[in-house]
């Protein structure tokens, strides 16, 4: 018997592809609990119908650990090649729960009406977002992710976490849903979900500051910024209330992020003084000083009486309890220009900033 070597020849007659991608104007910006602007970005078909006939298309950013990113209504958006046909997009929350779905994420999301015959292109422009929690979790930026049972071979994994897949079970999960994908699973998303991402904010950890422009309520244990629950950390932060006084009160770190969408753990902004027992603050160069016990604070260097609604005298204070200082929501929230209204049947204060009043 001899040895002989053997050839094949083949023909390559089909190579598998991802059924769309996405393109995005990378901006460097830093979040905050404001709306602000940031880059335009394309969903783009590598193949007709890559988008599949009437199922959702859910878009949102993450911020490598939840989706805790609010996109603004307002957004312009055009289908600038292709014949698809979609619905008009709309904000809001995709039909599947848990942190997968983004918690107090607002998606982008909108049906496929028709799916195209030809390659389609979807642009959007005058994108705006904001977090919807107190600290950023990301240190190397935020990525814009399309995803949904719309997106062509994501149909299965939306399936699989409807008959039970969960963030507990989580390394198998992702294992088997990275299966289903091809690979496709962010990389850089601690609680990834599936879908097709470009990075979109190169901006790290940290805040974009300004006095935040839309209305808060403030009530037991619970903030709303423009009507959005805002996510905090209660053990570690205290949270709002009315006191013994029957004087609503704030957390003093949490009054940063509250008016002015900063970090409250930012140590260049918030400043406590043990041998004073004062806290400094100064965002936005506003220049707040306010002493334990004290009734009288500073703003920009001028004293200012603390009063409550009534007109009477109001104190920042530590609760030794829990070892957290709390201030006067209504003193602090006149003295950088906010009107305070106090609703006592459901004991919520409504902050309306100066470009609404």
Known sequence: MRNE?????????AEAINSIRVEAVTTNIRAGLQFVPTGNFSIIENIAGGLLESEEVWITVTDHHFTEMQIAQGFNWAITQGDLEITTPRVG???????????QARNIIFEVTTASTVASRIDFTNVQIRLAAMVPHSTEGYDILVWGPAVARN???VQQWELGGSWVNENEFLR???????????????????????????????????????IVTISAGNITVGGQNLA????????PHVNADGVGVLPARLS???LFGADPMDAELFIWDAATSTIFVDPEGHDIQMTVGSNVMRVGGAPRNMLDGGGNPT??????????????TRAIAEAVGFDVQWDAATATVTLIPPNLQ
């Open 256 to 258: 940063l992020s509250v």
């Open 176 to 214: 088997q849903a990275d299966a289903i994908q091809d690979g496709n699973v962010n990389p850089r998303d601690l609680f990834t979900r599936l879908g097709f991402y470009a990075h979109y904010l190169t901006a790290g950890a940290g805040f974009a500051m300004g006095l935040v422009d839309e």
């Open 315 to 328: 104190v920042a204070y530590v609760d030794p309890a829990l070892e957290r200082m709390f201030v006067p």
């Open 232 to 239: 905090f950390d209660a053990d570690r932060f205290g949270v």
């Open 155 to 157: 149909v299965e994994w």
């Open 5 to 13: 070597e053997v050839s094949t020849d083949y023909v390559i007659i």
């Open 93 to 103: 929350t995709p039909a599947v729960g848990g942190v997968w779905a983004g918690g």
